[in-house]
């Protein structure tokens, strides 16, 4: 029997096990996901789509729509940066304190939003640690943007470390190695070698930063102050539209986080689609020929 037989035999259950387990699958995506989503566009979209567009139109609703995109805005460059760093660091060097530092980078993973939200207000706020020195010089962080902007960067901080320093471990330092040998300097070695190795995953990791940061709810409504048309995000005037009985409203602006995530999705299936394509023609390379075969004089002159 040849070893593909073998393996078909192994992996191979009965045909009303397989059944089973696909209709469970299918019956759970279609309660939790499926329903939940369009239950969100209908009944966004219940009175008309005269009703939808004015809900979308409303000054509280437009401020929260450009407060949650100039958040990400800041937000998500500033994890670029501090991420590809962490990462770099993590995965290329030994030294000590390593293991406490990635611990570091999983800390708003293991951390409730609400909790961390309530140490900047510890931190930043009127009877907090740098309160009354703030207040003298009339800066505002807690209930105003900067504080909104603080605790969105903590809470979406991992996401782009998390994707990238896996796969720079995987890719070692050979590469790297080999570029400083033919006399690249730290930036042409970043840009020409690492960059080009983990570009899919910094798009997958930015991805995943953008919609969570667009998403926060917990962190950013203890430091927000909920105040209407200045800190209120998308996420908290859904909440007081629809504290406030106004379902239509709150459903309309909800269906905008909802093509957020279908967005994302598409993203995500995309890029991971091409990453899995350019490994596949990487191991198909002969032996001699290997991935990066631009020549040294081309890359570093």
């Given at each position: 029997?040849?070893?593909?037989?073998?393996?078909?035999?192994?992996?191979?259950?009965?045909?009303?096990?397989?059944?089973?387990?696909?209709?469970?699958?299918?019956?759970?995506?279609?309660?939790?996901?499926?329903?939940?989503?369009?239950?969100?566009?209908?009944?966004?979209?219940?009175?008309?789509?005269?009703?939808?567009?004015?809900?979308?139109?409303?000054?509280?609703?437009?401020?929260?729509?450009?407060?949650?995109?100039?958040?990400?805005?800041?937000?998500?460059?500033?994890?670029?940066?501090?991420?590809?760093?962490?990462?770099?660091?993590?995965?290329?060097?030994?030294?000590?304190?390593?293991?406490?530092?990635?611990?570091?980078?999983?800390?708003?993973?293991?951390?409730?939003?609400?909790?961390?939200?309530?140490?900047?207000?510890?931190?930043?706020?009127?009877?907090g640690?740098?309160?009354?020195?703030?207040?003298?010089?009339?800066?505002?962080?807690?209930?105003?943007?900067?504080?909104?902007?603080?605790a969105?960067?903590?809470?979406?901080?991992?996401?782009?470390?998390?994707?990238?320093?896996?796969?720079?471990?995987?890719?070692?330092?050979?590469?790297?190695?080999?570029?400083?040998?033919?006399?690249?300097?730290?930036?042409?070695?970043?840009?020409?070698?690492?960059?080009?190795?983990?570009?899919?995953?910094?798009?997958?990791?930015?991805?995943?930063?953008n919609?969570?940061?667009?998403?926060?709810?917990?962190?950013?409504?203890?430091?927000?102050?909920?105040?209407?048309?200045?800190?209120?995000?998308?996420?908290?005037?859904?909440?007081?539209l629809?504290?406030?009985?106004?379902?239509?409203?709150?459903?309309?602006?909800?269906?905008?986080?909802?093509?957020?995530?279908?967005?994302?999705l598409?993203?995500?299936?995309?890029?991971?689609?091409?990453?899995?394509?350019?490994?596949?023609?990487?191991?198909?390379?002969?032996?001699?020929?290997?991935?990066a075969?631009?020549?040294?004089?081309?890359?570093?002159?």
């Amino acid at each position: 029997m040849s070893a593909g037989a073998r393996k078909r035999i192994a992996t191979t259950e009965s045909p009303w096990v397989r059944n089973t387990l696909i209709g469970v699958a299918l019956v759970f995506v279609l309660l939790f996901l499926v329903l939940p989503l369009a239950a969100v566009f209908t009944e966004a979209l219940r009175k008309g789509f005269g009703a939808y567009l004015e809900a979308l139109r409303e000054p509280d609703a437009w401020a929260a729509i450009r407060l949650t995109l100039i958040t990400a805005a800041i937000a998500v460059p500033l994890n670029l940066v501090f991420g590809v760093a962490a990462a770099w660091c993590i995965a290329k060097y030994e030294f000590r304190g390593k293991a406490f530092l990635t611990t570091l980078v999983d800390l708003p993973f293991s951390v409730s939003p609400v909790v961390a939200g309530l140490i900047y207000v510890l931190v930043f706020g009127a009877q907090g640690w740098f309160g009354p020195w703030l207040a003298a010089h009339d800066i505002k962080i807690v209930f105003a943007v900067p504080g909104i902007v603080l605790a969105t960067i903590f809470v979406t901080f991992p996401f782009i470390a998390r994707e990238l320093i896996p796969l720079m471990q995987a890719q070692g330092n050979d590469e790297e190695q080999a570029a400083i040998v033919l006399g690249a300097t730290g930036w042409q070695t970043f840009r020409y070698v690492t960059l080009p190795n983990i570009k899919w995953g910094l798009i997958y990791g930015v991805i995943l930063c953008n919609a969570r940061a667009m998403g926060e709810f917990g962190a950013v409504s203890v430091v927000s102050g909920h105040i209407r048309g200045q800190t209120n995000t998308m996420p908290l005037h859904v909440e007081i539209l629809y504290n406030e009985y106004q379902s239509v409203a709150a459903f309309a602006v909800a269906s905008l986080l909802a093509l957020l995530a279908l967005v994302t999705l598409v993203i995500k299936s995309v890029a991971e689609w091409k990453q899995e394509r350019e490994m596949k023609a990487a191991n198909a390379l002969p032996p001699e020929q290997p991935r990066a075969a631009i020549p040294a004089q081309e890359k570093f002159a």
